[in-house]
């Protein structure tokens, strides 16, 4: 996938990188209840190239 990001794959990212982690952070419980939901319902979500063809190289595809 690091081919694919706009921003690299280092070991670790500076502050700068994520100006708004700090948001992230700030909310991780919330994020992790609502992540654990969908996670429940993930054989139901479509995969993203169903949502968005532009997505086909870095979707899952069910053949």
């Known amino acids: ?13 500076g502050d700068e990188t994520f100006p708004r982690m700090e948001c992230f952070e700030e909310n991780a419980s919330a994020i992790r209840i ?3 939901r969908l996670h429940a ?5 479509r995969s993203s190239h169903e949502v968005s063809p532009y997505q086909v190289r870095i979707s899952r595809r069910d053949e």
């Open 1 to 13: 996938m690091p081919r694919h990001s706009r921003i690299g794959d280092p070991v670790t990212f």
């Open 34 to 36: 609502e992540a654990l």
């Open 41 to 45: 319902l993930r054989e139901s979500l």
